[in-house]
């Protein structure tokens, strides 16, 4: 065994593992197939075992390659912290952030706000996807999800961003003409504009009245799993849309839509979400608080800076909530 190993390679072999592929892994690191393959192959001489099985369709990692796996994460962590201690004293973050969110809240809040991140901490790189699913932070090889609703498993660590709920609303022209609902089951009767939520089933609204929970199945001659277009459909007049306060409220505002069953709303906080093992990571913990500080600064107020989350209801670092940010900074 060759015991040179570089964490170059073990990050193309992380790639890979989280890809299943090695065209994809070389697409998502701007490399060349030849060379990630070249690489992986040196990391298997260097250890002296095989990584992965590979067929013409499909690469799938050894049990050998698990465990390499493991240890390629905690090693890559342990390098990536080192490179943060050494920006911590030069006061300024460095390295690279994997972040993910929805199509919606995604583009038209994240992106600016990491636009802006960046801009301001010109050592940091980031990588920003969005998914019209919820995504599993820790399996693959996110730093930091931003996501729009309370679907948090036990095992992550959350930092609640903004407050936000999502209302039904339909255009007015809509309601002139179909009536207006007085009650939820009467939702049945009408035409519903269904979104492919990351963290609800498709086709079934669950909202609180006070501290109780209803349920309602809908469905319309409309759906998709991009928001924009929903929120155009009920616009148009096409139906009831059940969507986010931080997308409808302009469209409320101007007249263009109006609430329906305003005593009825579902709860969709905005969330921070990253892996424990990314707890003392200074330039996670600089980047959601800059995130934390820019909706605040868009209105998306948040006064409670609990986290959740945790085994038990702890709350994240041993329990103490995060500082109050310091400057400005999913599926809705």
Same mark, same amino acid.
């Given at each position: 065994?060759?015991?040179?190993?570089?964490?170059?390679?073990?990050?193309?072999?992380?790639?890979?593992?989280?890809?299943?592929?090695?065209?994809?892994?070389?697409? &998502? @690191?701007?490399?060349?197939?030849?060379?990630?393959?070249?690489?992986?192959?040196?990391?298997?001489?260097?250890?002296?075992?095989?990584?992965?099985?590979?067929?013409?369709?499909?690469?799938?990692?050894?049990?050998?390659?698990?465990?390499?796996?493991? %240890?390629?994460?905690?090693?890559?962590?342990?390098?990536?912290?080192?490179?943060?201690?050494?920006?911590?004293?030069?006061?300024? !973050?460095?390295?690279? @952030?994997?972040?993910?969110?929805?199509?919606?809240?995604g583009r038209r809040v994240v992106a600016?706000? @990491?636009?802006?991140?960046?801009?301001? =901490?010109?050592?940091?790189?980031?990588?920003?996807?969005?998914? &019209?699913?919820?995504?599993?932070?820790?399996?693959?090889?996110? &730093?930091?999800?931003?996501?729009?609703?309370?679907?948090?498993?036990? =095992? @992550?660590?959350?930092?609640?961003?903004?407050s936000n709920h999502r209302v039904l609303?339909?255009?007015?022209?809509?309601?002139?003409?179909?009536?207006?609902?007085?009650?939820?089951?009467?939702?049945? /009767?009408?035409?519903?504009?269904?979104?492919?939520?990351?963290?609800?089933?498709? *086709?079934? %609204?669950?909202?609180?009245?006070?501290?109780?929970?209803?349920?309602?199945?809908?469905?319309?001659?409309?759906? /998709?799993?991009?928001?924009?277009?929903?929120?155009?459909?009920?616009?148009?007049?096409?139906?009831?849309?059940?969507?986010?306060? %931080?997308?409808?409220?302009?469209?409320? *505002?101007?007249?263009?839509?109006?609430?329906?069953? !305003?005593?009825?709303?579902?709860?969709? &906080?905005?969330?921070?979400?990253? !892996?424990?093992?990314?707890?003392?990571?200074?330039?996670?913990?600089?980047?959601?608080?800059?995130?934390?500080?820019r909706m605040a600064h868009l209105g998306?107020?948040?006064?409670?800076?609990?986290?959740?989350?945790?085994?038990?209801?702890?709350?994240? /670092?041993? *329990?103490? !909530?995060?500082?109050?940010?310091?400057?400005?900074?999913?599926?809705?």
């Amino acid at each position: 065994m060759n015991n040179d190993l570089l964490p170059a390679d073990l990050r193309v072999f992380c790639a890979v593992v989280r890809a299943s592929s090695f065209s994809r892994a070389a697409e &998502d @690191l701007g490399m060349s197939p030849a060379y990630v393959t070249k690489r992986v192959r040196l990391l298997e001489d260097s250890l002296g075992t095989t990584l992965f099985h590979r067929t013409t369709r499909s690469v799938v990692i050894s049990e050998a390659g698990e465990r390499v796996y493991h %240890w390629a994460r905690r090693i890559l962590d342990d390098v990536d912290h080192l490179v943060e201690e050494v920006g911590v004293t030069r006061r300024e !973050p460095r390295g690279s @952030l994997r972040v993910s969110s929805s199509f919606g809240f995604g583009r038209r809040v994240v992106a600016p706000a @990491l636009s802006e991140f960046v801009a301001r =901490h010109p050592a940091m790189q980031v990588r920003f996807e969005v998914f &019209d699913r919820l995504i599993d932070v820790a399996a693959e090889g996110y &730093d930091l999800d931003v996501r729009v609703g309370d679907v948090i498993a036990p =095992h @992550l660590i959350a930092r609640k961003l903004a407050s936000n709920h999502r209302v039904l609303c339909a255009a007015p022209g809509y309601l002139a003409a179909r009536g207006t609902p007085r009650t939820l089951p009467e939702l049945a /009767a009408h035409d519903c504009l269904v979104i492919k939520e990351r963290d609800h089933p498709f *086709g079934v %609204w669950r909202m609180q009245r006070g501290h109780q929970e209803h349920t309602v199945k809908v469905r319309g001659p409309l759906s /998709a799993n991009n928001g924009e277009m929903v929120v155009q459909w009920a616009v148009d007049g096409r139906g009831i849309v059940l969507r986010s306060m %931080w997308d409808v409220a302009p469209l409320l *505002g101007a007249g263009k839509l109006v609430q329906v069953l !305003p005593q009825y709303r579902q709860s969709a &906080d905005i969330w921070a979400v990253y !892996p424990s093992r990314l707890n003392a990571s200074a330039k996670v913990r600089v980047c959601v608080e800059f995130l934390a500080a820019r909706m605040a600064h868009l209105g998306l107020a948040h006064h409670d800076p609990a986290h959740h989350g945790l085994p038990h209801g702890e709350r994240a /670092a041993g *329990g103490s !909530p995060d500082p109050a940010p310091s400057g400005p900074g999913s599926k809705a």
